[in-house]
C-alpha cells in the first residue's frame, strides 16, 4: 500500500509520523512544493503552545488543543527542543471585557483546562507589572515553542524511519484510473493507492486538483509583527480579550522560545496567498480575492473591523494604540519591524469563516481543508486523527477499524 502525502507543514509532517507509527509496513512519499518543508505558516507563527481556552466544548479545536499541547510539550521534551512554559495572561480592560472574560473562563473549565486562575486588576500587576487591567485570567499551561525546530526533528525522525520526503514537488494535477491516483508533480509523477492533502494556504486549490469542489475559498489573512526592543517588560504571554466576531487573537506580547519578544499580529486581508512582505501583492491571489463574493460580503459584514486593521496595518501609532490598551508604558521607540505571516482561513460562499478543523473525504483521497490556529500546538494530534481517519477509510496498516475520533 502506498501513501503519498502533499504538504510538508506541521500537519502533513504530524500525519505522515503518525502513519508511519501505525503503518510501518506502508511507503509512505512526503510531497512539499517547496525547497524545504515547513517553510510557510509553520513557520510564520506566533510560536504559542494553545491549550484550548478560546474554543467551543466539544469542537476539533478544543479536543486537538486540549490533547495536542500535551503530546507537544512531551515531545519537545523527548527531543531537546526549545520550549518554554511560561503561561499565559488574558486581560481585560473595560467592564464590557470582563464579562466576556468571564465566559472565556467558563469555557476554559468546560475544555478542562487545569490551573486556570481569575485575577483582580492588582493581581494580574503584580505577576505582570507592566499590565494594566480591570481582571485578568492566567492559563498556567500555556508556553511557547521553537516550531522551526519541531519541523526539523519531524523530518529527520521521518526520514530515519523511511518515509520519503521529496522538496521542490509541487502537485499540478491528479487523475483517479484503475483504482489508483495518478499524481503529476512539477519535478516527478507519483501513482498511489491513497493520498492525503495537508496544503495549508492551498488547501482549496488542491483540492481542486483532485477534482473535488470544497465549497469553501482559503483566504489568506496577513499577520504583522514588531519587535520588542524592551523585552524585560513582558514576563508571560499577554494576550488581550478577543473580538468574539473574529476567530483571531488580537494582538498581543509573545515571548519567543529563542529569547525575545514579539508584538502583534494584526489580521489583514492579504493579496498573496505567501507573501511575507507588508504590501506583498501576487495578481492570480489578488485578482481571486477582488472577484469573490463571499470575500466582499464578508467586508462588508466586518467593515470596522476590517478599516480598523487596514489603519493598523499601515500606521504604527494605530498599532502602538492597541498595544497600549494591554502595556500603557510603551512608547513608538520600543518597536522594530518585526516579520509577517500569513494564516490560511476557509469562508464559505455567504462570506462566514469555517471555525472548526475541517476535513473532507473522497475515493481514496483525505483532504484537510482548514486548519487555523491552534493547528501548529495541535499537529501531532491532529496528525494522531488523521492517520486514524486515513486507516479506517483506505485500510493502509490492514486493521481497517475505525477507533476513537477517527469514528
Ligand atoms: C501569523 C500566524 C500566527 C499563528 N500563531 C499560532 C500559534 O501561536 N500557535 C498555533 O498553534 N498556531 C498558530 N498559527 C497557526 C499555525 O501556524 C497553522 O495552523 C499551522 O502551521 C498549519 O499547518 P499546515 O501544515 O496546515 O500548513 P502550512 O505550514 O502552511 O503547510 C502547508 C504546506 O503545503 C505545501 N503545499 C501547498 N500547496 C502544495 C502543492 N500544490 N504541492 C505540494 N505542496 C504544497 C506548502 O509548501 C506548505 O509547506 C499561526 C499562523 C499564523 C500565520
Known amino acids: ?28 512519499v512526503l510531497c512539499d512544493k517547496e525547497r524545504d518543508v515547513g517553510t510557510h505558516q509553520s513557520t510564520h507563527n506566533s510560536g504559542v503552545m494553545h491549550c484550548g481556552l478560546y474554543y467551543t466544548p466539544g469542537s476539533w479545536k478544543a479536543k486537538f488543543a486540549v490533547r495536542g499541547i500535551r503530546r507537544m510539550k512531551a515531545f519537545a521534551a523527548e527531543h531537546a527542543i526549545a520550549s518554554d512554559n511560561c503561561g499565559k495572561l488574558v486581560v481585560a480592560t473595560t467592564a464590557a471585557e470582563v464579562e466576556r472574560l468571564r465566559g472565556l473562563y467558563a469555557r476554559g473549565q468546560a475544555n478542562g483546562l487545569s490551573g486556570l486562575q481569575w485575577m483582580s486588576g492588582a493581581e494580574a500587576r503584580e505577576r505582570e507589572p507592566a499590565v494594566r487591567a480591570a481582571a485578568a485570567v492566567l492559563v498556567p499551561e500555556e508556553g511557547i515553542i521553537d516550531y522551526g525546530g519541531v ?34 508533480f512539477s519535478s516527478h509523477d507519483e501513482e498511489a493507492d491513497a493520498v492525503i492533502c495537508c496544503a ?7 483540492a481542486r486538483a483532485f477534482g473535488h469542489e470544497p465549497g469553501v475559498q482559503i483566504v489568506p489573512f496577513r499577520g504583522e509583527y514588531f519587535l520588542l526592543r524592551r523585552p524585560e517588560l513582558v514576563r508571560h504571554l499577554i494576550y488581550p480579550v478577543p473580538n468574539p466576531r473574529f476567530p483571531f487573537l488580537g494582538v498581543h ?37 477582488f472577484a469573490s463574493p463571499a470575500i466582499w460580503r464578508f467586508v462588508w459584514r466586518n467593515f470596522k473591523t476590517t478599516v480598523h486593521e487596514i489603519r493598523r496595518s499601515h500606521s504604527k501609532a494605530v498599532f502602538l494604540e492597541s498595544l497600549r490598551t494591554l502595556v500603557p508604558e510603551l512608547q513608538a521607540s520600543d518597536l522594530a519591524d518585526g516579520p509577517v505571516g500569513v494564516r490560511a482561513q476557509a469562508m464559505r460562499a455567504d462570506g462566514s469563516l469555517v471555525e472548526d478543523f475541517s476535513f473532507v473525504e473522497e475515493t481514496g483521497v483525505l483532504h484537510v481543508i482548514n486548519a ?26 490492514g486493521r481497517g477499524v475505525l477507533t476513537g475520533d477517527a469514528a
Open 151 to 184: 519541523v526539523a526533528v519531524l523530518k529527520r525522525l521521518l526520514e530515519q524511519s523511511g518515509v520519503t520526503v521529496k522538496t521542490s514537488a509541487q502537485l499540478l494535477r491528479a487523475r483517479r484510473t484503475a483504482g489508483k491516483w495518478r499524481l503529476a
Open 253 to 289: 506580547f509573545t515571548r519567543l522560545a529563542r529569547g525575545g519578544v514579539e508584538c502583534g499580529p494584526n489580521a489583514i486581508l492579504a493579496l498573496d496567498r505567501e507573501g511575507y512582505r507588508r504590501g506583498a501583492f501576487r495578481v492570480a491571489d489578488a485578482a481571486e480575492t
Open 200 to 206: 495549508g494556504l492551498q488547501a482549496d486549490r488542491v
Open 372 to 397: 487555523p490556529s491552534p493547528a501548529a500546538t495541535a499537529s501531532l494530534a491532529i496528525g494522531e486523527h488523521i492517520a486514524a481517519k486515513a486507516d479506517a477509510l483506505f485500510g493502509i496498516s
Open 1 to 28: 500500500m502506498k501513501v503519498v502525502i502533499v504538504g510538508g507543514g506541521l500537519v502533513g509532517l504530524g500525519a505522515a509520523y503518525a502513519l508511519q507509527a501505525r503503518a510501518p509496513h506502508a511507503e509512505i
